[in-house]
């Protein structure tokens, strides 16, 4: 689902780290993502991968696109405590700053890729599977 806020598509300030100083991470658990991800909006800016380039969303691909180049400017999403007009908290704003900036509001978020799902099996080769054990408690009966 992509969202406004990691929450909804509707803005809520009760649920964005907007205080005038920074607050802890889990102070918040009702503005969490879907995910389960917490401050994706407010406290702290975050600082991301990606380089700044201008025409990059024209010609990226639909899929974990990843902003890559000589640009010397930098992306930093979601907003932080400091920030008080809405059109800052929405997870799709994009800012830049040189890569030499720095600031107390703009931090990092580790993060790594998730295991890949191991696919089902198919239907046939669990019931195959199924008969076999059944088979093994219940011989010469008919699998059901």
């Known amino acids: 689902q992509n969202y406004s806020w990691p929450w909804g598509d509707e803005f809520d300030s009760s649920l964005v ?8 991470v ?8 879907p995910f389960g991800l917490e401050q994706m909006s407010g406290n ?7 380089v700044f380039d201008p025409d990059f969303y024209a010609n990226s691909p639909a899929a974990n696109p990843l902003g890559k180049g ?14 008080g007009d809405e059109s800052l908290f929405t997870t799709s704003r994009r800012a830049t700053r040189s890569n030499t900036f720095r600031d107390i509001d703009i931090g990092l978020r580790c993060a790594k890729d998730a295991p890949e ?5 198919p239907q046939a080769a669990l019931e195959a599977e199924f ?10 009966a008919t699998c059901p």
């Open 17 to 24: 780290a907007a205080s005038g100083e920074l607050q802890p």
């Open 26 to 33: 889990d102070s918040l658990p009702a503005g969490a993502s």
């Open 44 to 50: 702290a800016a975050e600082w991301v991968a990606d």
């Open 70 to 83: 000589p640009q010397p400017d930098r992306i930093y999403r979601g907003g932080s405590y400091r920030d």
């Open 117 to 121: 799902a191991t696919p089902a099996a």
């Open 131 to 140: 008969c076999q054990v059944y088979g093994a408690y219940k011989p010469g």
